[in-house]
């Protein structure tokens, strides 16, 4: 295919830099806004092409050198050649002009972007792939595994860990097939475990080959036929659940159950909801996809009454076992999918009233709450989104039903990558 020179003007959700060949938009990744690049085009469409860097002709000044021996080839990094400076500066325009383009919302004045205080080493957990012997993760958009010793945005133990799990377990010869296998580790008291997925292993003894790795204090073991996440839980040796502090509540959440991995930067999440939900200890709270109660229990402590809905049964025990933990009984959880919950429950969310509903929806966003809202509009409203996108159409929905976007911001949760974490608050016109 051709090859031209072109400038770098902006970034695009994704991570790929953009830039324009007679017009014609052309996407290129590990560029930077002000790069000046020989791009050879190696998809070329109607409405625009895809070119990798031939030749670096001019560098950015926001460029700066990869910490990662890796960057390029692993899939996890698309912002590593980026100052951080410059990553949080175009997170918040992509954020921002998104919102204006997609949600069709104009004027939102952001707060200044909440920047995580660890550009590196702020992983307290990952999952690793596994073919044959190799260990890592995968190249990007491809499902082959690049085999790695250590990642810079890992906590030091969660790599020490991943490397010992290597050594002991996967040069073993006769050993059960691993799929892959997770690392975390606990905020609060520093404990590591790991989760495993592997084929039936018979009387494979798993204990016994886990010995080598040190720090370890807990793991378990899925068996499944195929890499589809989909078995049955087989072992658990001692506790698996890791233990952190946010909001003043401290939780324990199992490894298998979603957890966020930015220890500092969720505290500070958590911190910004309950100051967008403007609580005063009378309002009636449903938080929607509430995971292990995360935003529900700090909210609990400045409401009257919490509800939360979660669809994972492992995680709605654990929310329960939280509020036990440390002692909150004004919160209460429900099992089920929330949109269908939601629709399930209006009647008796329209006799008791809520005030405040936290939305914290998987990437996907949730396009069928806004139908059901129209029934019980709560004053306020806390959307936190991992998708500028989705986050877009949501809110141009929201702001259908009579909402103003009151207060905005970013928490940076995933430096070096393209993900963007985002809080607005929503009001209802009077």
């Keep these: 295919m051709s090859s031209a020179v072109i400038e770098i003007t902006s970034l695009a959700y994704g991570g790929k830099g953009l830039g324009r060949i007679d017009g014609k938009v052309v996407f290129v990744p590990f560029t930077a806004p ?68 997609i949600g069709k919302v104009e004027g939102v004045e952001f707060e200044k972007p909440i920047a995580s205080p660890r550009e590196l080493h702020y992983r307290s957990r990952a999952r690793f792939h596994v073919h044959g012997h190799k260990a890592g993760f995968f190249e990007a958009a491809s499902h082959r595994v690049v085999d790695m010793d250590s990642c810079p945005l890992l906590d030091p133990l969660v790599n020490e860990t991943f ?99 930015n220890a500092a930067q969720n505290r500070a999440m958590v911190e910004k909801i309950s100051e967008f939900a403007a609580l005063s200890g009378k309002e009636s709270v449903l938080d929607l996809y509430c995971g292990v109660g995360n935003l529900s229990l700090p909210a609990a402590k400045r409401a009257a009454r919490v509800t939360g809905v979660e669809s994972s049964g492992q995680a709605v025990k654990q929310a329960q076992a939280n509020a036990q933990r440390n002692s909150i009984k004004n919160a209460v959880f429900h099992e089920g999918d929330a949109a269908l919950w939601l629709k399930q ?28 809202l129209s ?45 963007i974490e985002s809080i607005l608050g929503l009001e209802l016109r009077s």
């Design 163 to 261: 490397r010992d799990f290597k050594q002991a377990v996967l040069s073993v010869k006769g050993r059960p097939v691993v799929y892959s296998f997770e690392v975390g580790v606990s905020e609060d008291d520093g404990k590591t475990v790991v989760s495993i997925l592997a084929a039936p292993s018979g009387g494979f003894d798993w204990g016994e080959f886990l010995k080598p790795v040190r720090h370890l204090k807990g793991f378990e073991v899925w068996v499944m036929k195929d890499r589809t996440r989909k078995g049955k839980f087989v072992r658990a040796e001692k506790d698996t659940n890791l233990v952190y502090t946010a909001g003043g509540v401290q939780f324990s959440a199992p490894i298998s159950v979603f957890s966020q991995v």
């Design 375 to 419: 029934a019980v509009r709560p004053a306020r409203i806390v959307y936190i989104s991992c998708s500028p996108p989705t986050l877009s159409r949501d809110i141009h929905q929201l702001t259908g039903l009579g909402y103003i976007v009151s207060r905005a911001v970013l928490v940076d949760m995933f430096p070096q990558t393209y993900h």
């Design 34 to 101: 002000g790069d000046v690049v020989e791009v050879e085009i190696t998809v070329d469409k109607k409405g625009f092409s895809e070119g990798s860097v031939k030749r670096l002709i001019t560098p950015s000044p926001l460029r700066v050198e990869p910490a990662c021996g890796f960057y390029g080839r692993c899939g996890g990094c698309s912002l590593q050649h980026m100052s951080y400076a410059g990553q949080l500066e175009w997170k918040q325009r992509i954020l921002d002009e998104t919102l204006r383009r």
């Design 345 to 372: 429950n209006l009647k008796n969310l329209e006799q008791e009233g809520f005030d405040v509903l936290i939305l914290d929806p998987p990437r996907g966003g949730e396009p069928q709450i806004a139908q059901s």
